[in-house]
């Protein structure tokens, strides 16, 4: 079935972490501590969401990361999309045209690896930051 990765687990826990943490700017090594993610591969996930806008970082002595956005603005589909990037249940209901089944015109499960898509797509994108926080 549907395989979230630890990049994806790790990511939203650090994004959950800023999202509550008291403090304005928290330190890579502060989160990795606190959320027990090593640092090297915290660095690797916060450069990524970082790139993409959902994280700024400010350098120096007293630098760190901080959420860009506010939580509410934040869907966990948007998170998810960075970090996985495009997913799909099979191939077939896939974004790749360069992928062909050949069963295409004849399967009967096509509809319903859409439908099974679409309520994916459809609670992660009805779930934001500030939800999980609650």
């Excluded at 079935?1 to 502060?30: C, D, P, W």
């Excluded at 790749?96 to 898509?117: T, V």
């Amino acid at each position: 079935m549907l395989k979230i990765s630890t990049k994806s687990q790790y990511g939203l826990r650090a994004l959950v972490y800023l999202a509550i943490s008291k403090e304005k700017i928290n330190s890579l090594r502060t989160i990795s501590k606190k959320e027990g993610i090593s640092f090297d591969y915290l660095e690797k996930i916060l450069s990524r969401l970082e790139k993409t806008g959902l994280v700024k970082a400010r350098k120096g002595v007293l630098g760190g990361y901080f959420l860009a956005k506010h939580p509410k603005k934040i869907k966990i589909s948007e998170i998810l999309k960075v970090l996985e990037g495009d997913t799909f249940l099979v191939k077939c209901i896939g974004a790749d045209k360069k992928f062909h089944c050949i069963r295409a015109r004849k399967c009967l499960a096509k509809n319903l690896w859409r439908k099974i898509q679409d309520s994916i797509n459809s609670t992660l994108n009805s779930i934001t930051l500030a939800d999980l926080i609650k």
